[in-house]
């Protein structure tokens, strides 16, 4: 597994191994403080569903690079991060994990005051099964899981033989609903496959409005704010155009049959979804639904 990450580290060699510290000693072990803010996230998918961009944009909202092409970007435009090894370059596929790091201030409210940063590592694999030793080695070593959805093909194969294992080590699992901005499934068609094929209980954070040509956003159900999507470069940090579900200007933004829609499909979520649960999220019993493009 190959590493990217902001902050540095010195590795020193000895030769004198009965001087070497044993595994017991205290100077092996993280300080506390250390582990208790880092989360490391395995990204799963089939291949193509878009894990790689969707890690590269993770990177660029959580402040950690400019420009999402330093990750990975169109062939002409490429630089060498995360796709780097030819092999990947010439088929466009990741061939081994990757882990990306960066530091995120929790700026919800209700984190405290001067609380750390978390540090999150991100584990970009890959979906092809020719390299799958890799992503379940990369499994291992996660304690949280995201789930990538292609909009348009709903479950795939990788992505059920990925989901066992995740299973297996009851990881909490985050599922993103990838290429909204393509023709696609309707996310309440993906929720029940999610429900019925993997046995669990599904709880969209985000809700989306419309997809491919007229895709226009998605709803932050916990604070009933409308984001609003623009076409553009896809490589830079849009600035984000949010509005009130209850703007009076929202009906003519994203259009009238799409407004009477998102009610309507609020009102079915209210009444058919039950809230978070921390505890069934944590066991992978339940989990937490995002759709958007990348
Ligand atoms: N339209 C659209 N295309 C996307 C989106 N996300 C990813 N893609 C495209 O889908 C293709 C695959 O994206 P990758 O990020 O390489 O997919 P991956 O899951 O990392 O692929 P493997 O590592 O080979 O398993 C690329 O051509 C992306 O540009 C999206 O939200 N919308
Ligand atoms: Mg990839």
Not at 108 to 119: K, L, T
Not at 148 to 174: H, Q
């Amino acid at each position: 597994m190959r590493r990217f990450s902001s902050s540095s580290s010195t590795t020193t060699t000895t030769d004198e191994a009965d001087t070497s510290p044993s595994v017991d000693d205290a100077s092996f072990k993280a300080p506390e403080f250390e582990i208790n803010r880092r989360r490391n996230f395995a990204i799963i998918s089939h291949p193509d569903a878009g894990k790689t961009t969707l890690t590269e944009k993770l990177l660029l909202f959580g402040g950690a690079i400019q420009d999402a092409g330093a990750v990975k970007a169109r062939a002409d435009q490429r630089k060498a991060t995360s796709d780097w090894m030819e092999i990947e370059k010439a088929r466009g596929i990741s061939v081994t994990s990757t882990v990306l790091s960066f530091e995120y201030n929790l700026m919800r409210a209700g984190a405290a005051a001067g609380a750390p940063p978390f540090h999150l590592n991100l584990l970009d694999t890959p979906g092809h099964q020719d390299f799958s030793e890799d992503t379940y080695r990369t499994l291992a070593a996660a304690d949280n899981c995201v789930m990538l959805i292609d909009a348009a093909k709903g479950i795939e194969d990788r992505t059920r033989k990925l989901f066992e294992v995740c299973k297996m080590r009851e990881l909490p699992i985050f599922t993103f609903t990838n290429k909204m901005d393509r023709p696609s499934m309707s996310p309440f068609e993906i929720i029940d496959q999610l429900e019925k094929e993997f046995n669990l209980e599904c709880c969209p954070m985000n809700w989306p409005i419309g997809d491919g040509e007229s895709f226009q956003g998605v709803l932050d159900r916990a604070t009933s704010e409308v984001h609003l999507f623009t076409r553009g470069d896809r490589r830079k940090k849009l600035t984000a155009n949010v509005v009130a579900l209850d703007d009076p200007a929202l009906p003519e933004i994203i259009g009238e049959t799409l407004y009477l829609k998102l009610l309507e499909d609020i009102e079915t979520l209210d009444a058919l979804i039950s809230p978070p649960d921390h505890d069934r999220i944590m066991t992978g019993d339940q989990v937490k639904t995002q759709p958007g493009p990348r």
